[in-house]
């Protein structure tokens, strides 16, 4: 059984960084596509950001790009999201989530969630 374990998230100030990780457990997932959704209170999940098992691919949402970074370790089977000029709206539990299909990752329909981890910008 795959499990996704996130880890990194915390408080900090707008125009501040933090780094999330996510680690995976339960089979080696280097051909495994990987991504980060985030939900806040009161509103649906939304997609961060996507990467391909090689890393030659990468997605972003608009509300993100310029600012994260996603990338992957596939010999630690970790995925990294490094968050910079944080703003009070990114403000969520974000969750790493991991499929064989990269359009499904995207989709938000990935075979694998984590639990989440809280990310809280205060302005």
């Known amino acids: 059984q795959v499990q996704l374990v996130e880890s990194g998230g915390g408080l900090v100030q707008a125009g501040g960084s933090l780094r999330v990780s996510c680690a995976a457990s339960g089979r080696n997932l280097s051909n495994d596509n990987m991504g980060w959704f985030r939900q806040a209170p009161g509103k649906d999940r939304e997609f961060v950001a996507a990467i391909n098992w090689s890393g030659s691919s990468i997605n972003y949402a608009d509300s993100v790009n310029g600012r994260f970074t996603i990338s992957r370790d596939n010999a630690k089977n970790t995925v990294h999201l490094q968050m910079n000029r944080l703003k009070p709206e990114d403000t969520a539990v974000y969750y790493c989530?991991?499929?064989?299909?990269?359009?499904?990752?995207?989709?938000?329909?990935?075979?694998?969630w984590g639990q989440g981890t809280q990310v809280t910008v205060s302005s």
């Open positions: 989530v991991a499929d064989q299909n990269f359009g499904l990752v995207v989709a938000g329909r990935p075979d694998y």
